[in-house]
């Protein structure tokens, strides 16, 4: 377990819900990985994300698809795409990424509460 923060510490991370508008593969990526656009809503908009995802999900059913993400991170270069958001997830028994989920559809850009 992680040190004790303060509430403040976290309403200082800002992680909305966002629904992925489109996904591919992104081959010049060190390991393995899906790029994404995650549409935010109208406060936000859509951003670029990238996640070493591939071992569960592919590009195609990743459309649709609602998602956490870190919203005020300064943005992040891997190799030739700027990720703007950090798409939250754990990792499984193998250390594969499986992504952070809601079990049910709310607005994209709420904040996490």
């Given at each position: 377990m992680s040190d004790t923060i303060s509430f403040d510490d976290f309403?200082?991370?800002?992680?909305?819900v966002g629904t992925i508008v489109e996904a591919a593969p992104?081959?010049?990526?060190?390991?393995?990985a899906i790029k994404m656009m995650i549409d935010f809503?109208?406060?936000?908009?859509?951003?670029?994300?990238?996640?070493?995802?591939?071992?569960?999900?592919?590009?195609e059913e990743l459309v649709g698809r609602q998602v956490m993400a870190v919203v005020n991170f300064p943005p992040?270069?891997?190799?030739?795409v700027r990720s703007e958001v950090l798409t939250l997830g754990?990792?499984?028994?193998?250390?594969?990424i499986v992504l952070a989920a809601i079990d049910k559809p709310v607005p994209n850009g709420r904040r996490l509460m």
């Open positions: 309403l200082a991370v800002d992680i909305r992104f081959p010049e990526a060190r390991k393995p809503g109208d406060e936000i908009g859509v951003k670029k994300s990238s996640a070493q995802i591939t071992v569960h999900y592919t590009p992040r270069q891997i190799g030739p754990y990792e499984d028994e193998n250390g594969a």
